[in-house]
C-alpha cells in the first residue's frame, strides 16, 4: 500500500522561477517527514526535513510546508536553478523506517 | 570523508542463479539500512541493521532474500534463485546514530540488479 503519494511525476520550470512539489501520506502515525534529491546514477541526498510538531522549515531556497490536518507537505524551490534539475522524493518516517513516494522529476528551463 | 560505496554498480544474472550485492558504509555510522527501488517507484524498505544484528527484517519480500553484516560494518545482501521481477535497483544508505528517525540517511548509488 502507498502511504506517500506524489501525483505528479514531472514538473517544468523556468529558471528563477518558483518550483513546488506536493506529497500526500495516508498514515497518521508519520512525524517526521524527508524530501531527498536524486540525480542520475547516484542515491538520494537528503534535502531538507521537518518534524510533525512544526509547519514550516526553511533552509536557504528550499522551504519545506506541513499541513497535518490535511496529511499534505510541500517543497517550494525559490528561485529555481538550472542543477536543481533531477528527481525529488518526498519521505516520511515514525521511526528509522522511510516510506518513499515515486518521485517528481523536476527540470530547470534556461 | 568517502560516501556509503556499493558494489557492483551494475550486476546482469540468469533467472534461478544466486547473487551477492555489498555495501560499505559510512566509517563509525551503526545503523544500515537496504531498500530497493523499482522501475518509476520510490524506495522501498527491506531489512535494518543495528551494528552487527538485524533490528528489523520486515521489508525483505521472501526467503529468497537474506543479508548479514558480520563485523558491524560491511553488509552483503544475498538472493537465491533469482527471479525477473527482482530486477531494480539496491541501494544501501547508513546513519551515525541508533537509528531514529531523524537520523539522516545517507544513501549509497546503488546496484541495479537485472534478471534475464
Known amino acids: 500500500d502507498q502511504q506517500v503519494k506524489q501525483n505528479s511525476p514531472s514538473l517544468s520550470v523556468q529558471e528563477g522561477r518558483i518550483s513546488i512539489l506536493n506529497c500526500d501520506y495516508t498514515?497518521?502515525?508519520?512525524?517526521?517527514f524527508l524530501w531527498y534529491k536524486k540525480y542520475p546514477a547516484e542515491g538520494p541526498t537528503f534535502l531538507i526535513s521537518?518534524?510533525?510538531?512544526?509547519d514550516k522549515n526553511e533552509d536557504g531556497r528550499f522551504t519545506v510546508f506541513l499541513n497535518k490536518s490535511a496529511k499534505h507537505l510541500s517543497l517550494h524551490i525559490v528561485p529555481s536553478q538550472p542543477g536543481d534539475s533531477a528527481v525529488y522524493f518526498c519521505?516520511?518516517?515514525?521511526?528509522?523506517?522511510?516510506?518513499f513516494g515515486a518521485g517528481t522529476t523536476v527540470t530547470v528551463r534556461a | 570523508g568517502a560516501g556509503v560505496s556499493q558494489t557492483p554498480s551494475n550486476k546482469v544474472t540468469e533467472k534461478g542463479k544466486y547473487v551477492e550485492l555489498r555495501c560499505d558504509p559510512i566509517?563509525?555510522?551503526?545503523?544500515l539500512y537496504w531498500y530497493r527501488q523499482s522501475l518509476g517507484q520510490g524506495p522501498e524498505f527491506l531489512i535494518y541493521?543495528?551494528?552487527?544484528?538485524?533490528?528489523?527484517d520486515s521489508g525483505l519480500p521472501n526467503d529468497r532474500f537474506f543479508a548479514v553484516r558480520p563485523e558491524g560494518s560491511v553488509s552483503t545482501l544475498k538472493i537465491q534463485r533469482t527471479e525477473r521481477g527482482d530486477s531494480a535497483v539496491y541501494l544501501c544508505a547508513s546513519s551515525s546514530l541508533a537509528g531514529a528517525a531523524t537520523d539522516t540517511q545517507y544513501f549509497g548509488p546503488g546496484t541495479r540488479l537485472t534478471v534475464l
Open positions: 566509517s563509525g555510522h551503526t545503523a
Open positions: 519521505a516520511a518516517s515514525n521511526d528509522y523506517k522511510l516510506s
Open positions: 498514515n497518521s502515525m508519520f512525524d517526521y
Open positions: 521537518i518534524s510533525s510538531i512544526k
Open positions: 541493521f543495528q551494528g552487527t544484528g538485524a533490528a528489523d
